[in-house]
C-alpha cells in the first residue's frame, strides 16, 4: 500500500512540473485525474470498494499509467534540454 501513497505523490506533482515546462494543457487535463485518484484511494481506505465497484480500480490504474506517461514526458523534455545546454556549452568554449 505504501508504494501507491508513493505513485500518488508523484502523480500528484507532476501537473506543477508540466505547468513548469510549458506543457500547460496536459497539466490542466490531469487535474481531474489526480484529484479522483486520490478520492478513489481514500474511498478504499476509508470505506473499501465493494466488489460491483470494481470500475473505480479500472480508473484508479488508468490515472497512474497516465501519471507515468506525463512525468516520462518532464523527464524527456529535461534530457532534451540537458543536451541543448551541453551543446550550447561545447559550442562557446
Given at each position: 500500500?505504501?508504494?501507491?501513497?508513493i505513485?500518488?505523490?508523484?502523480?500528484?506533482?507532476?501537473?506543477?512540473l508540466?505547468?513548469?515546462?510549458?506543457?500547460k494543457?496536459t497539466?490542466?487535463?490531469?487535474?481531474?485525474f489526480v484529484i479522483?485518484?486520490w478520492?478513489?484511494?481514500i474511498?478504499?481506505m476509508?470505506?473499501?470498494?465493494?466488489?460491483?465497484?470494481?470500475?473505480?480500480?479500472i480508473?484508479?490504474?488508468a490515472n497512474?499509467?497516465?501519471g507515468?506517461?506525463?512525468?516520462?514526458?518532464?523527464?524527456?523534455?529535461?534530457?532534451?534540454?540537458?543536451?541543448?545546454r551541453?551543446?550550447?556549452?561545447?559550442?562557446t568554449?
Open positions: 500500500m505504501g508504494i501507491l501513497v505513485f500518488l505523490f508523484i502523480f500528484s506533482f507532476t501537473p506543477f508540466l505547468w513548469g515546462d510549458k506543457w494543457k497539466a490542466v487535463l490531469q487535474i481531474p479522483g485518484a478520492f478513489i484511494f474511498k478504499h476509508m470505506v473499501g470498494i465493494a466488489p460491483n465497484e470494481s470500475y473505480l480500480w480508473i484508479f490504474i497512474l499509467v497516465y507515468h506517461i506525463a512525468f516520462t514526458i518532464i523527464l524527456l523534455e529535461l534530457r532534451k534540454s540537458m543536451k541543448f551541453q551543446s550550447y556549452f561545447n559550442r568554449v
